[in-house]
């Protein structure tokens, strides 16, 4: 059973809009959530991070929000860029399971038309 | 700096046949691990390590086996290739203990193809 979903498997948005990616967990064990992102040909790069104990962490242009109660995150981009066109990878962290491998979602894929 | 590299980057084998694959890290990182992606499924563990001379089973470990005789290698052996393991092959590595915020370190992948 799938423990983290990204049930849109793609986005399209406009250069200069908000790009909204979002993902949906079951296990509340989950202490780290991240996001990833992938061109094609290339290995997932890290993105974003965010603690299961906080509900928001900014970095530039993204910025990750976790609602708990919901178990939902969700990753905004604003404003997007042409580049930021790729695959995008919701994972989560299981504190008390394997140690330190993370559960990936099926990805979501943003492209940003100019 | 390096960081994580995979070889070879593209193989095709024939059903049957084995090969090795190689990931190299030169973060001096505890942990690797060993992910393929296949379309619509996203990365999919198959393998960990969690220090030099330790293996673990993953999600999908069925048809591979690895080995971490030194800390910066981790090898995935495939022993009688077949057509589902055809697929992309990620390495990864991270660091251990508190420092892990899960974050992993991936590799280029490496591209197999089974006939």
């Known amino acids: 059973d799938q423990q983290v979903k990204q049930n849109s498997p793609s986005l399209s948005v406009q250069e200069g809009r908000i790009s909204i990616l979002n993902c949906d967990y079951t296990?509340?064990?989950?202490?780290?959530f991240l996001w990833y992102k992938k061109y094609p040909a290339e290995g997932p790069t890290f993105l974003i991070s965010?603690?299961?104990?906080?509900d928001k962490n900014e970095d530039g242009r993204f910025t990750v929000f976790l609602n708990k109660s919901a178990k939902h995150l969700s990753l905004h981009i604003v404003p997007s860029q042409p580049g930021d066109s790729a695959v995008y990878f919701c994972a989560a962290r299981n504190y008390g399971g394997s140690q330190g491998n993370l559960i990936f979602g099926k990805g979501t894929k943003l492209s940003v038309k100019p | 700096n390096a960081g994580v590299t995979q070889t070879p980057k593209f193989r095709v084998l024939k059903t049957g046949q084995s090969m090795t694959l190689l990931c190299a890290q030169d973060?001096?990182?505890?942990?690797m691990y060993w992910y393929r992606q296949d379309p619509g499924m996203g990365l999919r563990l198959i393998h960990y390590?969690?220090?030099?001379?330790?293996?673990a089973k993953g999600e999908v470990p069925d048809g591979y086996n690895v080995s971490r005789l030194k800390k910066q290698n981790f090898l995935l052996g495939l022993e009688s290739a077949a057509p589902s393991q055809t697929s992309v092959y990620f390495c990864?590595?991270?660091?251990?203990?508190?420092?892990?915020?899960?974050?992993?370190?991936f590799g280029e992948g490496s591209r197999l193809t089974v006939l």
């Open positions: 390590s969690v220090g030099e001379g330790t293996t």
């Open positions: 965010i603690s299961s104990i906080k």
């Open positions: 296990n509340s064990m989950f202490d780290y």
């Open positions: 990864a590595s991270s660091l251990a203990g508190t420092a892990n915020t899960g974050e992993l370190f």
């Open positions: 973060m001096n990182h505890e942990y």
